[in-house]
């Protein structure tokens, strides 16, 4: 049974830097074509996917947001960390971690996702 | 980037009518065009993949069809447990666009 749980602050102010962890079970990130994407949703919108990391450590970023966001593994501990810096209002929303693997092409399992609010 | 425009936006049907929902891609995309559902409250779950496999435990009602940039998702007998937003997604190329969805409501 494959689940994925996020985790991370709340509650950010407009310039930091925030940090989730996605902690998954149920398959390994080194399996060969497995991968894990975050996808954001803001309050009342359509989602937007942020990024993938694969099996192979190869690293997928929407090109809007790219130069602030970093995905990394940890495939001991069954994790994947989402660095994004420089938050503003904005980036209000709630963030999802989702598996991806190799000939569905799509988001097959999701976490709960996570709501997080950036106010002064 | 490649965009997606679905349309509808929102409807509204009766329980037993036929919907269907398009997506249409602003560049060719082959068959790399999913469906998501979406409760309130709740993350999107996955319907269909590459445009017309049904993903499993997702009951038949549901179908997808089209390719290259011309998609839609049929229900073919709505259920009141349709009620929902519903999503396409294309998987062609980062940055693995979403529509802009579609909100389903029971009369």
């Known amino acids: 049974q494959i689940t994925l749980k996020e985790s991370g602050p709340t509650l950010l102010k407009p310039t930091e830097t925030l940090t989730l962890t996605c902690t998954f079970s149920?398959?390994?990130?080194?399996?060969?074509?497995?991968?894990v994407g975050w996808i954001r949703q803001p309050p009342g919108k359509a989602p937007e996917c942020l990024g993938v990391?694969?099996?192979?450590?190869?690293?997928r970023y929407t090109p809007s947001l790219k130069s602030r966001l970093s995905i990394t593994k940890d495939t001991s501990k069954n994790q994947v960390v989402l660095t994004m810096t420089s938050v503003d209002p904005v980036d209000t929303a709630t963030y999802y971690c989702?598996?991806?693997?190799?000939?569905?092409?799509?988001?097959?399992?999701w976490g709960q996702g996570t709501l997080v609010t950036v106010s002064s | 980037d490649i965009q997606l425009t679905q349309s509808p936006s929102s409807l509204s049907a009766s329980v037993g009518e036929r919907v269907t929902i398009t997506c249409r891609a602003s560049?060719?995309?082959?068959?790399?065009l999913n469906w998501y559902q979406q409760m309130p409250g709740t993350a999107p779950r996955l319907l269909i993949y590459?445009?017309?496999t049904l993903q499993s435990g997702v009951p038949s009602r549901f179908a997808g069809s089209g390719s290259v940039t011309d998609f839609s998702l049929t229900i073919s007998s709505l259920q009141r447990e349709d009620s929902a937003t519903y999503y396409c997604?294309?998987?062609?190329?980062?940055?693995?666009?979403f529509g802009g969805g579609t909100k389903v409501e029971i009369k």
């Open positions: 560049q060719n995309i082959s068959n790399f």
């Open positions: 997604q294309e998987t062609y190329t980062t940055p693995l666009t």
């Open positions: 149920g398959f390994s990130l080194t399996t060969n074509g497995v991968g």
């Open positions: 590459t445009a017309s």
């Open positions: 989702a598996h991806r693997v190799r000939g569905v092409y799509a988001f097959d399992y």
């Open positions: 990391i694969y099996w192979d450590d190869d690293k």
